[in-house]
């Protein structure tokens, strides 16, 4: 599968942004999705996922109650919107999918198969 995330931008603080990760091969509901994301001189860190069957789950301390993550198979894509940005949210955001991925390991980067290019969200404060 390819995936191709979309959406970031330069939003001031408090501001809201949805992303996109448009899926494209294999049938995407065969698929976990996920989203993660970088700042510059971190590691990457686990937002959100979606299990195949529609289950999600959420880093609580990264997203506190702000994020929402969803998935519309018929269009094969996987969404986060995002609200009440902080300057601290500011990072190069990925979406990444997998078939095989368990539970206990979706928050753990190397253990998704497939990367999209991540997109670029500044909050300014």
């Known amino acids: 599968v390819q995936l191709q995330a979309f959406g970031g931008g330069l939003v001031q603080t408090g501001g809201s942004l949805r992303l996109s990760c448009a899926a494209s091969g294999r049938a995407f509901r065969d698929y976990s999705v996920g989203w993660f994301r970088q700042a510059p001189g971190k590691e990457r860190e686990f937002v959100a996922a979606?299990?195949?069957?529609?289950?999600?789950?959420y880093d609580t301390d990264v997203v506190k109650g702000r994020f929402t993550v969803s998935r519309d198979n018929a269009k094969s894509t996987v969404y986060l919107q995002m609200s009440n940005l902080e300057p601290e949210d500011t990072a190069v955001y990925y979406c990444a999918a997998s078939t095989g991925i368990i539970t206990s390991s979706l928050r753990i980067p190397n253990r998704w198969d497939h990367w999209g290019q991540g997109t670029q969200v500044t909050v300014s404060s």
């Open positions: 979606c299990k195949r069957y529609g289950s999600c789950t």
